[in-house]
């Protein structure tokens, strides 16, 4: 049974033994109270698809939710819509949307009588009348226990106001957080809309704000805002949070901002504000004494006694507690060295020779704790068994190194006497010669467990402390760190989850770290970064990797034996970082192997790679075993392999790095290069096992150098992988790709979806064409391309930048398919040369335009049709048209510039094309160049509603006539007293 359309009410038990599936588009209210409303099979929720109801959910199995479905408690008809969804089995809640309607005295919510896993990601949507009816607290989730993941950071909740998420025993709690203080943002400037001479009001209308060095009043200037103006902020006349977008930021001239503005009138006034270093990015205002109980803080940035050598005879303790780390001998005293790493200071300890140590005042023995250490390794010749933190003779605790191998090795003392011990975990994960590392150990009076960089190894039911802390050499053991330690945090009781996330965090930006807390940490199952790989094989003076350690786990990791088919480490490739350099020498191409955990056809796979030259065939930059994923070049175009279905979109440029995506949900394979989706393919899914099975997979980087068919070796250079056993969210994704955008200064797609999440379809921008993308804006994410310039040229617009068409080859692809319902859609061209016959703007893949324009007749043709007049001048000008269908008789009627102008009457719309994708600026075929648009193309727009003559007046005047429509800083009356 498949509930497609329409929503399904089922209030009693069904006979109906098969399953039910509710599909994109379809709802089903499950309102009977006893088991097998809608059968006794399978209950399964597709994207797009909603269930709710007030009764009882079962299924034959965990009640199948895919990513993108929809949860939505209660009936319309009872209560206002508010109740509660029960599911009598496990329910899959990865991915999914709860829609939580609340008044002042209930709220939605589910239970689940089963125990249930949490899940990595959820979309609340809080629905209210206002902020004041939301309650402080909301339960959302009720269930038999709660397992897995204990941070719900990462979980992207909406409403009139601000929530976070937090697990209490077997609940899940939304707890309502104060909206930011304005007073926090030292400027502010307000904003009217005065040149809106509308009658109606507009709502969630995306309104561009212009700024530039002294505008309002001179009250703005580039100087107080954090870099890229991440600190700014919008309020409306009420202090809700308006959703915005910085299209472009120039502090050398003018930037451009969408904001959305729930209800446009006349008298409509918003605020901006800036000047907020806590909102900078990766702002690290935190400090480890802002958590109780903190008592020792050593930091090689403050307190230190040294000597003209820079030998440190004492470590003075931050936390005010006067636990300082000493040494009196100077042959054992470590040495102070400026901007070791990020810029910071650092302890330099010898752990070969004379063994430096440092005693600290701060200790205990059975007493709960946390002790945070972050430090780097220097490779001497092979590693030994070096220890960074350690206890006192008798108290065998400690942080070390571990033999030859030189993995992480932590382990407590078996009581206080001897030298006996319980390990607690060796990583099988090896610091490289001078990266940073976080790592912890924390007891709670009967377990201890171990963290390295953000991530939590199994704790050992086993508890005792270090005695007396020691740094170094000096206590148990006499193998003393070889390395620098930059900062040491101890605490006197076993800090919760979130409270280590702030430590270790906070040392993690500090130190430039890899850590956890930097990317959605649940499902990851592999993360490989160039700066954390052993470069342990020498060919001649050349430093190779046979081994690409996993930092999530002791696994995954990626493996080489033979020594002519090992990558090459550079030291500095993008943007200055480490990478795996991979060359393609007949045969002594470089590849990896690595044996992963089961993943199977609900993934994401992020990549950081470029390719070191051009070639006619395909390149494999990560594939599995027989082929059937893979990413790679061919062509000279990335291309991405989901099963049978290859997309194969975007020229590659030589040595230009890009951020590859590829999330698959089960159901349909999704691609995205730089944050822009390229492809979203129904139906084209498998795992990373052999040809495509769901046994355990085998992920092959560089080549496939056990498939001799498709060895296919890459010529390029691999930074980093992050590998995910479930789809990841776009809130997640953008997350990520946010991280390497920094990391490897490499742009990626900013754009706020939230601003173009109503009525839209498609948005397209045109800024950042250097890396040949067009993102959609919009919710929608029909991404686009522009094809065939290897170099785009852009010009000036009133909002940011347009493109300048190629007359030869260029073409933008989108996977827009407008249906017939009643649409909008708008653009602005500049022509600069009028061709003889058309000028498709809008095209369908069938050959038929959305919109044209004739030069011969000086006609906007729409459909095929001579619609309207073009508006004069028709070259080297900026005009906007817009074309809005009339829902009665599908009729259309065209505006230019802002003003309706005149339409004939037939009913145009009728021979739109629809159902099909969309070509911007060319025909439907690379090969035609005669109906290329000639000039300059920015700001298309696709909108699924009938837009007002007021919507279109005021979308073109919030761009072209800017300084008419908007003020700054509206002064009141000035009253002059005689």
Known sequence: MKVQSGTWAFTQTSTFAGSCTIED????????????????????????????GTGVVSSTDSVLQYPGATISPGDPSVNDGIGCLTYNSEAGLDGVSLICQVNSEINDFIKINAATPIPGFMKIEIIAASAEECPDTLCIIEATSLSGITDLSGWEISGPCTYIAAIEGNTVVLHK????????????????????????????????????????????????????????????????????????????GESHIWVRIPELTRETEITAYWKNSAWAADANPFVPTDLLDCDLWLHAGAGLATNSAGLVSRWSDQSGNAHDAVQANSNYQPCWTNAVVNGLPGLRFDGVSNKDGLT???????????????????????????????????????IELNGSAGNFYSFVPNGA???????????????????????????????????LNGFGYSPVEHHHGPGTLILGTGGQSGNGWSGHIFEVVAYDRALSYEERCQVERYLAIKYDSLSAHRVPS??????????????????????????????????????????????????????????????????????LKSFASAIEGIYSIITVYNTCATNSGERIVLQGAGS????????????????????????????????????????????????????????????????????????????????????????????????????LSDTERRRVEAYLSVR?????DTSNADVWSSEFNGVWHFTGIDRLLLADASTAQNGSVLLGQSDPVEEDAFAGKGAVWNLASQMGLSRTQ???????????????????DQAFVLKGTSGQSYAALNNVDGKLQVADTAAASLVTPMTDSWIHYAVVTDPSDQSVQVYGNGQAVTTIPDALAQNLPTEQALIFGHAAVTSNATKTFSGTLDEVRLETVHRSADWIKASYMTQAENERFTGYNHWGTLIILH
């Open 360 to 398: 600290t005042g701060w200790g205990t023995s059975n007493g709960t704790y946390s002790v945070f250490v972050a430090a780097t390794y220097r490779t001497n010749s092979g590693y030994t068994w070096h220890r960074v933190i350690q206890g006192a003779n008798n108290y065998n605790w400690g």
């Open 744 to 748: 490897y200064a490499i742009p990626v």
């Open 417 to 451: 006497g001897g030298s006996g011990f319980y390990s607690i975990t060796s990583t099988n994960i090896r610091p490289p010669n001078g990266t940073p590392f976080v790592a912890a150990l924390i007891g709670d009076g009967m377990n201890t467990q171990f963290t």
């Open 818 to 836: 407008p249906e017939t319902d009643p649409q909008t859609f708008s653009f602005w061209v500049k022509q600069q040369n009028p061709v003889a």
């Open 177 to 252: 957080m104060p909206p930011p203080d304005s007073d926090d943002w030292g400027r502010s400037m307000r904003i009217s809309f005065k040149g809106y001479q509308g009658t109606s009001t507009l709502t969630n209308f995306p309104a561009l704000i212009k700024v530039w060095d002294g505008c309002g009043n001179n009250r703005f200037h580039y100087t107080d805002c954090e870099e890229e103006g991440v600190d700014l902020l919008f309020k409306d006349a009420t202090g809700m949070l308006l959703s915005h977008e910085i299209e472009t930021w120039n502090t050398n």
């Open 25 to 52: 588009g379809g709802a089903a209210l499950i309102n009977g109270t006893a088991a097998g409303c809608p059968g006794a099979g399978r209950v399964v929720v597709m994207p797009g698809g909603i269930l709710g």
């Open 628 to 727: 059937v994923n893979r990413l790679g070049v061919a062509n000279g175009s990335a291309t991405y392999q989901s099963k049978d279905t290859v997309s194969q979109l975007l020229p590659c440029q030589t040595n230009i790095p890009v951020i590859a995506t590829m999330v698959c949900n089960g159901i349909a394979s999704r691609f995205y290069i730089n944050g822009v989706n390229l492809t979203q393919d129904s139906s084209h899914y498998a795992g990373w096992g052999p040809n495509g099975s769901t046994a355990n997979g085998v992920f092959y980087f560089g080549a496939g150098t056990a498939d001799s068919a498709l060895d296919l070796p890459l010529d390029g250079d691999l930074a980093e992988v992050l590998v995910y056993n479930r789809a």
């Open 522 to 591: 649940a499902g990851l199952q592999q993360w490989i970064r160039g700066d954390y790989v052993v470069a342990d094989e020498l060919h001649g003076s050349t430093p190779h990797v046979s081994k690409c350690e996993n930092q999530v786990s002791g696994s995954m990791h990626a493996y080489q034996t033979a020594s002519n088919r090992m990558p090459e480490l550079v030291s500095s490739s993008f943007n200055g970082k480490p990478a795996l350099r991979f060359d393609a020498v007949s045969g002594e191409y470089d590849s």
